[in-house]
């Protein structure tokens, strides 16, 4: 029925493919230097005069795509750099690109500028697939402050100068306002009700992001506050937090949606829930995306945010630069001109896509401040003071993959 | 096969036309086995620790040895989705055909309709399933059962994923044995009804027979496929436990890169389960054919 080769044939096949094999993965592990250094912003602008900067990014936001073609791409065009925008599925997957073509020694990336923070900026400054100090070149850089702790360091990983800020989110929860008319104020608040509604409240199951930081505001709840539980990760650490936390969601789950025999698969499929009345309680890392989902049904108007006494975390994201960027000139520029007042002024506006500026406002001019004094309130999202009231920062990246495989074994796994 | 019965055993002449056609399907062999080749020792080397992203390659075979608790589960998981969709597709792609068979009017836009079932994407299928079956989806708003709504998607029992693997393969099964089939079985039939065979008797005894060998091939090409694919596993199925490809792509892209090594380990038992089930199936075939 198919045609067969002969055993001799056959021999000669498999160390064919064996040496082609050794000979195209034996140039792995070549390291790529960064293609040149500036002195100054001037020689940056020079150098990217022409260029096409590739922008890898989350593709699933509406409104961030339309702000990034709309709005920063024309910015860029008058510059001389044309800004193209790679839509992923997930962040690591542009990670997963560059260090791809790093192990085949390739200098001339195809990856410019990633929308990156957290674990995918850790994983590859542990790579080294990051171009470092190039930040202080950005004239931009001095509306921000100096000492922001939200800016220095990156999921505990310190920042130096390997990626610029981009914008700044807060952890929220929301609820449905007809199901729960005295929500809860804190976070053992919300479990205490998931546990008194059974079927009620669930979370995503990590290593989802939002599930994976709902794991950790659960644990520094169980820790007794966010300033009970050291920032870097630590062996000792995660033995003396990490259980109770993982006890109490695990206790937690015969009152989950669906008795916790499953979690939703990410925010979307949460919000899913949310949306047919299935549970009372969701959550996002991005509440800037609540006014759009709310005003366009796919959320119940009855929508709310809860703001928990304790405060959420929050996190700041940012553009980092691959090591082998084929335009990093370019890269820079674009990176520059998100940071200017008027496009951080054009992006917090909720009509735009409403993300917190990472800009110290009180080091802008007037008319600069204006820009943010006139932006419209949104009548779903309390502005960012409100929500960032006793915030704290994110933990060391070191702890998200601890957390979440702990969790996989002890809650996911559980019989 | 049905020309080499007819002029009966291999003559000189003709194995030299064996020679020649295996030279020609060099050309098409030559490249997948060298990326097959090509990925499989990349997939070994990182396995092993010998291909790292960061640090001094070092020989270790702790991704080997570390969770095979969990990779028995995983496989275990993966087995059993594999082999419930094998069956029904085979069941449900051998009935299809048998009905276009036997109806001709009706058959033919029946056979029109599995083939466009076949080009649509298991990732789109995979979220039709879902908006059907879900606990808020179309199913259960059209029977108004909304508290006694089994689990269907993301359920223990994976039902979702493999109704979308056996709507999908089915077609595909139903369409190879039509192939495979419809040129010898009308005259059988035909000759078997004159002599008094019901149309039960004319399916078990007749159309059954002819397609085994089809159904056999698109046996083991939907283990394989349903073993090895992602997204209905991905979308449809529980949190835990997980089928074999969905977590060797959820280390694969983990943050942590130390995590590689035992994707590249999960990859490699699915690539290890699918060979022992092809070699079997082509055991099985050599043996139905030297049989008859």
Known sequence: MYPSFSPERRRFLLPAAAALALVLTGCSGASVEPAENFGTFDEVLAAAAGQTVDLWMFGGDAKGNAYVDDVLAPAAQDQGVTLRRVPIADTPDALNRVLSELQAGRSDGSVDLIWANGSTFSTGKQAQAWQCGWTDLLPNMRYTDQDDPLLLNDFGTPVDGCEAPWHKAQFTFFYNSDAITDPPTSLEGILEWARANPGRFTYPGPPDFTGSVFLREVMLSTAGGADQVPLPYSDEAFSEYAPAALQTLEELEPSLWREGATYPRDEQALNTLFADGEVDIAMTYGPATLTDLVGSGALPPSTKVLTLEEGTVGNASFLALPVNAADAAGAMVVANIALSPEQQAAKADPGTWGQFTVLDTDLLTPTQQNLFAQLPESPIVPDYEELSRNAHGELGSEWVPALNEAWRQDVASAP | ?292
């Open chain 2, 1 to 292: 096969m049905a020309a080499r019965r007819r002029f009966g055993p291999m003559t000189g002449r003709r194995a030299s036309t064996t020679g020649r056609a295996a030279l020609l399907a060099l050309l098409a062999v030559v490249p997948i086995v060298a990326v097959v080749g090509v990925s499989l020792t990349a997939a070994g080397l990182q396995s092993v620790g010998l291909m790292p992203f960061i640090g001094p390659p070092q020989l270790s075979a702790d991704a080997w040895t570390s969770e095979t608790g969990e990779l028995i589960r995983s496989s275990v998981t993966s087995v059993y989705i594999a082999a419930v969709s094998t069956v029904l597709s085979l069941v449900v792609g051998f009935m299809l055909a048998a009905y276009v068979l036997a109806m001709h009017r009706m058959g033919r836009i029946v056979e029109t309709l599995s083939a466009a079932t076949i080009p649509i994407p298991h990732v789109i299928g995979a979220g039709a399933i879902g908006l059907l079956l879900s606990d808020s989806g179309f199913l259960e708003r059209l029977l108004g059962m909304p508290d006694a709504f089994p689990a269907l998607v993301s359920g223990p029992w994976f039902v979702a994923v493999i109704a979308e693997y056996a709507w999908k393969e089915s077609a595909f099964v139903a369409l190879v044995v039509l192939g495979s089939i419809s040129r010898s079985v009308g005259d059988l039939c035909d000759a078997a009804a004159t002599l008094g065979a019901s149309a039960g008797q004319r399916i078990v005894r007749v159309v059954l027979p002819l397609a085994v060998p089809s159904l056999a091939v698109s046996a083991a090409i939907v283990f394989v496929y349903t073993l090895g694919s992602y997204e209905a596993a991905w979308l449809l199925g529980p949190t835990s436990p997980e089928p074999l490809p969905v977590r060797a792509v959820r280390l694969f892209t983990s943050v942590d890169l130390a995590a590689r090594p035992q994707a590249m380990v999960t990859a490699l038992v699915s690539v290890a389960v699918s060979v022992v089930v092809i070699i079997t199936a082509v055991l099985v075939l050599r043996r139905h054919r030297s049989l008859r």
